[in-house]
């Protein structure tokens, strides 16, 4: 009885606004409609893993990018028109790369069975096989049935994306605007197990925390000697150093112990340590299992920020533009 009521809410809440967070989603929505859909989502996206070992962190950042604006619904996939700048020309999004595998594996779902198969559900599921790659099995659920948003703009990413340069206070306030925890917020920063960071995004906590040619303080200042050996000054905006040094293509939970040594690269990292609960999830998370178990809870959360179902939105033919 339970279910059928949140359901017939879900359902007007998505007649009446287009949305609704993540209780229409359903384990294999395609089965029906398009049961290869997944095992062909995976099989595109390991091929380019097995060429490409930098992709994971790619394809999970850019669907968390995605889920932080307007919902997880396709938008940072859009390509700028001649009236609209969308979200991949925001600042935070002219590092997202691969583009071109969501597109390729867009492709192959089409031939299969066209028009089936959401943008959305597809760049959620590739976040989750391409960091599954590594263990050769799922490490985290992906429901579906998320329908393609209709719209993308660049001051939006600009003003819902968290920026490496928050505090705790601005990381906590902008995960609860997406109904995220502080227990979420630790746990998804986890992410930053793999992949790279752009001196520019740190580089003040070196050269000019204060804005008097200071270092940061609560920076490991063995590390900070390090990071300046790589980032030579606060105008190297191309240099990129690996988040998790010595550990930047492993999915695992080290994240979390060089957090303890005060070696998190961007203040947003450090941010972690500033409050009290949020350093005691840390301190939990060094546990791999827990941190592989609390990671497939919160990206099920996450991936359900605001999601587009039933019709609202549509099935795009392309992933980079609104069908016409």
């Given amino acids: 009885m339970k279910t059928n009521i949140l359901l017939l809410v879900c359902l007007v809440v998505t007649a009446t606004f287009g949305v609704c967070q993540g209780s229409s989603l359903k384990k294999s929505f395609y089965e029906k409609t398009c049961p290869r859909a997944e095992k062909i989502v995976k099989s595109v996206t390991w091929k380019h893993v097995s060429s490409n070992p930098n992709l994971p962190a790619k394809l999970l950042r850019m669907h968390f990018h995605d889920c932080f604006v307007r919902g997880c619904d396709g938008s940072v996939l859009l390509n700028s028109t001649a009236n609209s700048t969308a979200e991949k020309a925001a600042i935070p999004n002219l590092s997202l790369s691969g583009f071109d595998v969501i597109d390729d594996i867009k492709s192959a779902v089409e031939k299969e069975c066209r028009g089936?198969?959401?943008?959305?559900?597809?760049?959620?599921?590739?976040?989750?096989?391409?960091?599954?790659?590594?263990?050769?099995?799922?490490?985290?659920?992906?429901?579906?049935?998320?329908?393609?948003?209709?719209?993308?703009?660049?001051?939006?990413?600009?003003?819902?994306?968290?920026?490496?340069?928050?505090?705790?206070?601005?990381?906590?306030?902008?995960?609860?605007?997406?109904?995220?925890?502080?227990?979420?917020?630790?746990?998804?920063?986890?992410?930053?197990?793999?992949?790279?960071?752009?001196?520019?995004?740190?580089?003040?906590?070196?050269?000019?925390?204060?804005?008097?040619?200071?270092?940061?303080?609560?920076?490991?200042?063995?590390?900070?000697?390090?990071?300046?050996?790589?980032?030579?000054?606060?105008?190297?905006?191309?240099?990129?150093?690996?988040?998790?040094?010595?550990?930047?293509?492993?999915?695992?939970?080290?994240?979390?112990?060089?957090?303890?040594?005060?070696?998190?690269?961007?203040?947003?990292?450090?941010?972690?340590l500033t409050n009290k609960q949020a350093k005691y999830t840390i301190q939990e998370l060094v546990r791999q299992n827990e941190f592989f178990e609390e990671f497939a809870k919160s990206m099920k959360r996450m991936g359900a920020v605001q999601v587009l179902t039933g019709t609202a939105g549509q099935i795009r033919k392309k992933c980079w533009k609104v069908n016409t």
């Fill in 116 to 272: 089936i198969v959401s943008c959305a559900d597809i760049l959620a599921l590739a976040a989750r096989d391409s960091v599954s790659f590594q263990f050769q099995k799922p490490m985290w659920k992906v429901l579906t049935g998320r329908r393609d948003g209709l719209v993308s703009l660049a001051p939006e990413a600009l003003a819902n994306i968290p920026s490496p340069f928050f505090n705790f206070t601005q990381l906590q306030q902008n995960f609860a605007n997406k109904n995220l925890t502080v227990h979420d917020l630790v746990v998804l920063s986890g992410g930053h197990t793999i992949g790279i960071g752009h001196c520019s995004f740190f580089s003040n906590r070196l050269y000019n925390f204060t804005g008097k040619g200071d270092q940061d303080p609560s920076l490991n200042s063995s590390y900070a000697q390090f990071l300046k050996s790589k980032c030579k000054s606060l105008n190297d905006k191309t240099t990129t150093v690996e988040m998790d040094p010595g550990s930047f293509q492993k999915f695992d939970s080290h994240y979390y112990n060089i957090l303890l040594q005060k070696k998190g690269l961007f203040q947003s990292d450090a941010a972690l």
